[in-house]
Every structure is written in structure tokens, then in C-alpha cells.
């Protein structure tokens, strides 16, 4: 175990500790701003650099500004996004009343969770009941939105992938 730096700490390299890094508020409005405005990341952030004086003087990494537009594009819809969806489950739902689907907005209200039980998926639970397990926790959409595909039965001690 170290209990020492073996090597000088140069006080320049401090604004690149995570502990000194951080997006401003200005900042935060000109990139969701530029990016609203279909700037590419890459643009969006020499301007802020630009802006700043310098790279040196931005305040945090161009990584930093790129994890913070992709955060407020997971929480942005397209126009018509969420009602598109809400049109496909209504049609689906009128084709096969089984189908259910349920949606959740936020209090701005943005789309915030999405759940639909395909009729053969009720079906087979009904015929089977036994636990039906899902796994979401990779990402998948351009939203960023976790998403339940792998379903997993398990009836009579066999698995079924």
C-alpha cells in the first residue's frame, strides 16, 4: 500500500479532478440550446470553449458536456413521439382487447415509463403460471430508455430463454 504520491502534484491538473469539474448554468443552457438547434456535439462544445477563453478556462471536460446533452436527450421526446406510441397501443388494443399497455408521464409531462403485455405473453402466463422475469438493465433506444425484451419462464424446473 501507498501512503504517498510518488510524484509532485501539479496544481494545474486539479480543474481535471471530478470533484472540480462541473457543468455551469450558462453553459448548460447554450448546449441544450445548440443542440435543440441540431448543432453537432463536437461544434456545440469549441463553442463553448470559444466562449470560455479557452479549453483550459471551461470548467469541465468535452466529456463532461457530451454526458450532459445526452442526458437531457433521454429526457426529450420528438414531437409526436409519445403520441405515436399512444396511437400504435390504441390500434393494437382495438385489434385483440387482450393487449394492454400502460403509459406514465412525468410531471412535465414527458413520457417517463411505458409497459404492453402482448396477448401471447398473458396467454402463455395463464397457461403456465409460473414467474416471468425481465432484464432491463442495458439501454437501447436513441432516448436512452431502459427496454424489456428477454423474458424468462420458469415452470416444472425447466427454463425456458
Known amino acids: 500500500m501507498v501512503t504517498e504520491h510518488n510524484h509532485e502534484i501539479d496544481p494545474t491538473f486539479s480543474p481535471l479532478m471530478p470533484a472540480h ?14 443542440d435543440i438547434a441540431s448543432i453537432r456535439p463536437c461544434k456545440n462544445i469549441r ?11 471551461l470548467g469541465c471536460l468535452p466529456r463532461d458536456c457530451r454526458n450532459f446533452v445526452d442526458q437531457r ?15 400504435l397501443f390504441c390500434r393494437l388494443q382495438l385489434k385483440n382487447g ?15 415509463n411505458v409497459l404492453w403485455i402482448h396477448p401471447r405473453c398473458r396467454a402463455a402466463y395463464e397457461e403456465f403460471n409460473d414467474v416471468v422475469s425481465f432484464d432491463t438493465t442495458y439501454l437501447v433506444n436513441r432516448y436512452k ?11 416444472n424446473d425447466i427454463q425456458y430463454y
Open 21 to 34: 469539474r462541473h457543468v455551469n448554468v450558462h453553459m448548460k443552457r447554450q448546449l441544450e440550446a445548440n
Open 47 to 57: 463553442i463553448c470553449e470559444v466562449q470560455s477563453g479557452g479549453p483550459q478556462n
Open 73 to 87: 436527450r433521454r429526457l426529450r421526446l420528438g414531437d409526436g413521439d409519445a403520441e405515436a406510441i399512444h396511437q
Open 98 to 112: 387482450n393487449f394492454f399497455y400502460s403509459m406514465d408521464l412525468d410531471q412535465d409531462g414527458r413520457l417517463h
Open 145 to 155: 430508455m431502459p427496454f424489456a425484451p428477454w423474458w424468462v419462464l420458469i415452470t
